[in-house]
């Protein structure tokens, strides 16, 4: 199994503002991935953190908006930046172990005002 | 459209009684369906894994069903607790690398 800290848990945030989401696993694992769930929706995947090269991003995400870090095979990082409140949301760290299982961090409220 | 479609929405339950949610999906191909729990303010944690060839697969009180020529699964909750009380998300893989998610559904034990 793997164990995933997000940090913050949460936080509120101003307008225009942006926010850095951090994620440490407990493990070397080559993919990292970046979801998104906003209230009474399905999570949907904002990118994959690739250790050593850009992310790859989902359609209707981009970088400049989701900027990623993935230094290191343990610790990767989401910002949120120039926030409005449309981007309002739980942010989830999630990886993927060799056998395929899937874990996910505890998520990161963010409630942009 | 999503293609992966759960219900109900939402239902409430009393503590002892079963309960049934379904999930039914669009995905091609296939590759495995996952239930996976998720408690209020926490991530969702997995509950069952099952693919093609497996058409049912329990965890405890959990257990899940598939059928793979219809396109769907069903997640059965026996004596619920009030600790089962939380959103239970269905996810399609398609392959490895792309998943697809149900929007879940919440269910409340009350005492």
């Known amino acids: 199994s793997a164990v995933i800290s997000q940090k913050p848990s949460r936080d509120i945030c101003q307008r225009g503002t942006s926010l850095t989401i951090q994620c440490q696993v407990d493990s070397q694992v080559t993919m990292m991935f970046w979801y998104r769930q906003q209230p009474g929706q399905s999570l949907t995947l904002i990118a994959t953190a690739n250790q050593g090269s850009e992310a790859t991003y989902e359609s209707g995400f981009v970088i400049d908006k989701f900027p990623i870090s993935r230094p290191n095979l343990t610790f990767s990082t989401l910002t949120v930046s120039n926030m409005s409140p449309e981007d309002s949301s739980i942010y989830l760290c999630?990886?993927?172990?060799?056998?395929?299982?899937?874990?996910f961090g505890e998520g990161s409220r963010l409630t942009v005002l | 459209k999503n293609q992966v479609e759960q219900s109900p929405q939402s239902l409430i339950i009393l503590e002892g009684k079963n309960c049934t949610l379904q999930c039914n999906y669009t995905v091609s191909p296939f590759s495995n369906l996952r239930w996976y729990k998720q408690d209020t303010g926490r991530g969702p944690v997995s509950l069952t894994i099952m693919t093609f060839s497996e058409n049912t697969k329990s965890n405890g009180r959990y257990t899940a069903t598939l059928d793979a020529d219809t396109k769907q699964s069903s997640l059965h909750i026996t004596a619920s607790q009030l600790s089962d009380s939380a959103s239970y998300i269905c996810v399609v893989s398609e392959s490895d690398y792309k998943l697809s998610f149900g929007a879940g559904t919440t269910v409340t034990v009350r005492a």
């Open positions: 999630s990886v993927r172990l060799a056998g395929g299982e899937l874990f």
